[in-house]
Structures are given as structure tokens and as C-alpha cells.
């Protein structure tokens, strides 16, 4: 297991965690998993993993019509988004410098 895979596997337990505990650092410790994540994806999956960044942070309030759990799920759903918008953005600054390097 390569630390990508764990970094990610604990933004995982961070998503979950950060459902049911208040903290303000769960979302900075998110973003920057996803940070140092989003360095190590391979271009032919640049575009799933912004996409899935915008999707889940769009999406993730319709959860909260499920009864008894729909607020957990979203809280869930909503931290993923965040660490996979930290990707996204790593993805993104990196074409940008791939453009522009000489």
C-alpha cells in the first residue's frame, strides 16, 4: 500500500469522522489530503476527478431527505467533496504549469 492510498484511506475516516464531530481542522486536514493527493493522479483521470469534486459538492444536499441518517450522509458526502475539490484544484494548477512551463 503506497501513501496515496493511506493518505487517502484517512481522508476516508476524516469524511466519516467529521460527520458526527464539529472541528474546523477536519476540513483542513481534508483539503490538504486532497492537495497532496491530486499530485500523484494520472492524467487520464484529471477530468473523473474534477468532475466528481463538482458533483459531490453540488449533490450532497440531496441527502438530506432521508430520514434519521440524510444529515450524516450529506455531512459524509460534503467532506468528501471537499477533499476531492483539493485534488481537483492540484489537478488544475498543475495543467496550468504544464502549459506555461517551457
Given at each position: 500500500m503506497n501513501l496515496n492510498k493511506i493518505l487517502g484511506l484517512i481522508?476516508?475516516?476524516?469524511?466519516?469522522?467529521?460527520?458526527?464531530?464539529?472541528?474546523?481542522y477536519i476540513a483542513t486536514a481534508l483539503v490538504i489530503i486532497g492537495l497532496i493527493v491530486g499530485f500523484s493522479i494520472a492524467a487520464d483521470t484529471h477530468v473523473r476527478v474534477i468532475v466528481s469534486a463538482i458533483a459531490l459538492s453540488s449533490l450532497a444536499g440531496v441527502l438530506t431527505s432521508i430520514p434519521g441518517v440524510g444529515q450524516y450522509l450529506t455531512a459524509i458526502v460534503a467532506n468528501l467533496g471537499v477533499m476531492a475539490a483539493g485534488a481537483a484544484i492540484t489537478?488544475?494548477?498543475?495543467?496550468?504549469?504544464?502549459?506555461?512551463?517551457?
Open positions: 481522508g476516508i475516516a476524516l469524511a466519516i469522522i467529521g460527520a458526527f464531530v464539529a472541528s474546523p489537478v488544475i494548477l498543475c495543467n496550468i504549469y504544464g502549459r506555461f512551463k517551457p
